[in-house]
């Protein structure tokens, strides 16, 4: 993968992702700072690891010559964590990565979401079509084998291509004749490659999942804030075929025995603690440039923020009208304002933290180095001058890219023309029958849409997004139609818009069906000159040919310019390791338990209990319900060993670097044992995906106790306890 580029689009049009360098060289190692490559923990990190309190062996944690505790994490589904707890194949992750499967196994009458879900034995179990875990077989540095042959001097499109080609055929030649996978990623900018080689598993089932009173407590309004009571977890099994091989679902497979599941500690945590965390952090962007930072801090990211404050208004203004309405958009609300809570926090932090000033220090430290360094033969004297250059270039280009496609993902209705037009087209060259079905398919969809009403809310919301478009991006990036707001509708982007949507086929079922109906030509022109299409047509195309194809180039260029940056810091200060930007591979990253000041006077300490569960119940707010038997357990007192000054705690924060798909990643102390779930960070702590500081980022993590606590207590599973490991109270 490039790692530069990624493409996101529903559409035409690609997202570009940033490019970076590093903060953390010239100053001293922050605690907590870095996701490191397992592979290389014994020759980076692991001497570090032991003064801080790690009392394993390297190869302990990974090894491909011995179970070790990567052997006990895996990638659950698509984008999170999971670990295995026990001998049989169970595997414990967060509720909110479990959720999509514990809702589709919900019904009005089994409402597993709302009530909870526990398998009295393994034959309640819930197979999960589509869902896969996979286990990290090896890592390999292929670095030598993907560069060989390639000059450093070779334009980076064309360096990329035959990378690309290498790292095909490497990947193809470590699997061969194996049911493993494998896959090659890019490390600092292309300067070093590994390969991950991974067997997945394709049956696995839904054991226990708490209501989403406790496994989502808090909900919205907690999200990204500490102090937090989420019992954010849910448990499912692994099985394979009788040979503990993978295997598509079965009622023959068996659970899988793993190589290795982890031991649980219940001793807890103290401030101060070592702790560790192992998993699949998806992104960060850690190297940027200061200028970089200030363009999305400061520009794009307040842009995207009041896009998206509107859309929520919008909903929050057609959820008011009853709990119908609610129900409906409810889903919708949660997936916006997740990113737009984090952007808040983002922006935050590189205030608070003084990210950018942070980040202009080690540049000028840079450049001085550079510039003391007489010989220079590698040019890193320039290369403070060339970022700045393609920056003043590449900013416009990636702001109109980034707003631009906020704008064409959130109306609801793009997504309707959208998929309509790519079925007429397929259609046309196809016989009479499949157009007919094809027509019947595109009836379907559209009914569907317009059952959800969705135009309501696109319509209140288009005008503002065009206008904040316009009003922060470089008027070359503004697409044909905007003459015609400005020149036909004074400038109103309302009566634009509402003028559209009064005359588009897609706004009315009517008028869709009627369309449907009519012969292929007059279907042509109708779509074709439709003034929804059109906004979306000029829109995507400029975004695809005036934007996207220079952006692109640049950003090729710019990534040059980091690997250049990187190579130069790890040149400039021999002692100290960089660590690569996450990249949805297994990573390491080593903190410990400790609180911190959100501002002046305001100290947090680093664990809740469920005395504050009950402090923050209310019935009247959805987020905070407290379910009875909770509220019974706590007025009893009946909190088993599960405690902790006479409370049962539920999370504690730690200062391990973390990032999304994370979630669900164990947390483990200084002798590998489990301690805690990982979920979440502080508010302003999401600046650690561009510029960790040590003061304010945390991970957040439930408490195993709790989980041990709800297992036993609450949902009386017991038969599952018995087969966890569990460490003894060392009193
Ligand atoms: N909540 C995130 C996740 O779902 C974790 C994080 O960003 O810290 O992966």
Redesign the pocket.
């Given at each position: 993968m490039s790692p530069v580029i990624i493409n996101q689009s529903p559409v035409t049009m690609k997202r570009l992702s940033l490019l970076l360098v590093s903060a953390v060289l010239i100053t001293a190692a922050y605690a907590g700072e870095g996701m490191w490559n397992l592979l290389l923990l014994d020759s980076l990190n692991y001497k570090d690891m032991q003064e801080k309190g790690l009392r394993l062996a390297p190869e302990d944690i990974y090894s491909i010559n011995q179970a070790s505790i990567k052997d006990a994490v895996v990638i659950f589904g698509g984008g999170?964590t999971g670990e295995l707890i026990s001998p049989d194949g169970l595997l414990i992750t967060n509720h909110?990565c479990g959720y999509s499967r514990i809702q589709a196994h919900s019904t009005v009458e089994n409402d597993y979401l709302t009530n909870g879900f526990w398998a009295g034995s393994r034959e309640e179990e819930l197979a999960n079509p589509g869902l896969s875990v996979s286990f990290l077989v090896r890592i390999e540095d292929v670095t030598g084998k993907v560069l060989a042959g390639i000059p450093d001097s070779l334009p980076e499109t064309e360096r990329n291509r035959r990378a690309g080609a290498m790292m095909e055929e490497l990947k193809s030649r470590a699997v061969e004749g194996t049911h493993y996978e494998a896959e090659i990623k890019s490390f600092y900018f292309g300067r070093e490659y590994y390969m991950f080689v991974y067997e997945v598993f394709r049956d696995v089932r839904l054991v226990g999942a708490p209501p989403e009173a406790i496994g989502r407590f808090g909900g919205d309004t907690d999200n990204w804030i500490w102090p937090r009571h989420t019992g954010d977890f849910s448990l499912f099994r692994i099985y394979a075929d009788k040979e503990n091989k993978p295997a598509d679902y079965s009622p023959e497979n068996v659970p899988y025995r793993p190589k290795k599941h982890l031991t649980i500690s219940t001793d807890g945590v103290k401030e101060g603690d070592f702790t560790m965390v192992i998993g699949y952090p998806g992104r960060t962007d850690e190297y940027l440039t200061s200028d970089a930072l200030r363009m999305i801090g400061q520009k794009s990211l307040p842009a995207k923020i009041e896009m998206r404050t509107l859309r929520l208004q919008a909903l929050e203004k057609e959820m008011a009208r009853g709990p119908e309405a609610r129900l409906k958009y409810a889903g919708r609300y949660v997936g916006i304002s997740n990113s737009w809570k984090k952007w808040i926090g983002v922006t935050r932090g590189i205030e608070s933290s003084d990210a950018i000033r942070r980040k202009k220090l080690l540049e000028s430290s840079f450049d001085q180095w550079a510039h003391g360094n007489v010989a220079d033969t590698a040019g890193y004297s320039s290369l403070m001058e060339q970022f700045s250059v393609s920056y003043t270039q590449f900013e416009p280009l990636y702001i109109a890219n980034d707003l631009g496609y906020e704008l064409l993902n959130s109306p609801e209705v793009f997504d309707l023309l959208n998929k309509t037009q790519i079925d007429f087209y397929a259609m046309l060259d196809s016989s009479d029958t499949f157009q007919k079905v094809a027509r019947n398919q595109l009836k379907q969809s559209g009914v569907k849409f317009f059952r959800t009403e969705s135009m309501v809310i696109d319509q209140q919301i288009l005008p503002s997004m065009l206008r904040i478009y316009a009003e922060n991006t470089d008027p070359r990036y503004h697409p044909g139609f905007f003459s015609t707001i400005s020149n036909e509708y004074k400038g109103s982007y309302e009566d634009y818009i509402n003028s559209a949507f009064s005359r588009s086929v897609f706004t009315d079922s009517t008028r869709y069906v009627k369309m449907l109906r009519k012969p292929v030509e007059v279907m042509r022109k109708l779509i074709s000159t439709d003034p929804l299409v059109v906004i979306y047509r000029d829109f995507s195309r400029t975004l695809m040919f005036d934007v996207y194809v220079k952006a692109d180039s640049l950003s090729r260029q710019i990534n040059r310019l980091y690997r250049k940056y990187i190579t130069g810091m790890m040149a400039m200060d021999k002692t100290r390791v960089l660590y690569p930007d996450a990249n949805f591979t297994m990573r390491l990253a080593y903190g410990k338990v400790e609180g911190y000041e959100p501002s002046d006077a305001v100290n947090y300490g680093f664990y809740t209990t469920l005395k504050g569960i009950m402090e923050k119940e209310n019935p009247e707010i959805a987020d905070y319900q407290v379910p009875l038997k909770l509220k019974e357990l706590f007025v009893q007192r009946d909190f088993g060993s599960y405690t902790v000054n006479n409370n049962v705690p539920v999370c504690f924060i730690a200062s391990n670097h973390?990032?999304?798909?994370?979630?669900g990643s164990p947390v483990l102390n200084a002798e590998g044992n489990l301690i805690g779930i990982n979920?979440?960070?502080n508010w302003e702590g999401t600046i650690s995906d561009y510029a960790y500081d040590p003061g304010i980022c945390r991970?957040i993590s439930l408490d195993i106790r709790y989980v041990l606590f709800i297992i036993d207590k609450f949902a009386d599973a017991d038969w599952l306890l018995d087969e966890l490991t569990i460490l003894k109270k060392n009193l």
């Open positions: 999170c909110h973390t990032s999304g798909g994370n979630s979920f979440d960070r991970n």
